[in-house]
T-cell receptor
Framework: NAGVMQNPRHLVRRRGQEARLRCSPM?????VYWYRQLPEEGLKFMVY????????ESGMPKERFSAEFPKEGPSILRIQQVVRGDSAAYFC??????????????FGNGTRLTVT | KNEVEQSPQNLTAQEGEFITINCSYS?????LHWLQQHPGGGIVSLFM???GKKKHGRLIATINIQEKHSSLHITASHPRDSAVYIC???????????FGTGTRLQVFP
């Protein structure tokens, strides 16, 4: 049973380019969370999605960032016109249950985005 | 002040030592997680607890809801325990995880 799969592991983009980060949740999980970890800082919530629905995007910057979790395929976090401040590790987590306090989280290995 | 505070920020130990990492939080929570992050690696969930104590191998996690405090203990520490340990609480109000900044542990042989 494969865990949460994120790709790519490392992504280098020049300023102004687009970055696409993919997350395939664990089998049977329909809830996906994206978190960002800036250098020397703690993880911060970005967005919570279920299949075809954005449930909570209160942690997403208002501009340039978007996320989707289509019926088929992985969840995608998209960053348009990247800037140096977007350089960070982006982690995805999945869970089988919605919002339940006893629902464990399974994390992927993260995508390390470097903007040059 | 951060809603989740961890101490110490950095910790070094000799192999075999007993390790304690502390986490204090200021919000109402429905659960608390302890996570492990290896350098350049992913994040592994160690424990999720809402009361009492849990044990897994050489790791023990405790939580005191009244005092809003949790501890992670490692008995007979080993160099492979070297990692960043992160405390995260699930806010009862927002239902989101709030993370501490982590404790960097290095265990030397």
């Amino acid at each position: 049973n494969a865990g949460v799969m994120q790709n790519p592991r490392h992504l280098v983009r020049r300023r102004g380019q687009e970055a696409r980060l993919r997350c395939s949740p664990m089998k049977g999980h329909s809830h996906v969370y994206w978190y960002r970890q800036l250098p020397e800082e703690g993880l911060k919530f970005m967005v919570y999605l279920q299949k075809e629905n954005i449930i909570d995007e209160s942690g997403m910057p208002k501009e340039r960032f978007s996320a989707e979790f289509p019926k088929e395929g992985p969840s995608i976090l998209r960053i348009q016109q990247v800037v140096r401040g977007d350089s960070a590790a982006y982690f995805c987590a999945s869970s089988p249950l919605a919002g339940s306090y006893n629902s464990p989280l399974h994390f992927g290995n993260g995508t390390r985005l470097t903007v040059t | 002040k951060n809603e989740v505070e961890q101490s110490p920020q950095n910790l070094t130990a000799q192999e075999g030592e007993f390790i304690t990492i502390n986490c204090s939080y200021s919000v109402g929570i429905s659960a608390l997680h302890w996570l492990q992050q290896h350098p350049g690696g992913g994040i592994v969930s160690l424990f999720m607890l809402s009361s009492g104590k849990k044990k897994h191998g050489r790791l023990i996690a405790t939580i005191n809801i009244q005092e809003k405090h949790s501890s992670l203990h490692i008995t007979a520490s080993h160099p492979r325990d070297s990692a960043v340990y992160i405390c995260a609480v699930k806010s009862m109000r927002t239902d989101k995880l709030i993370f501490g900044t982590g404790t960097r542990l290095q265990v030397f042989p």
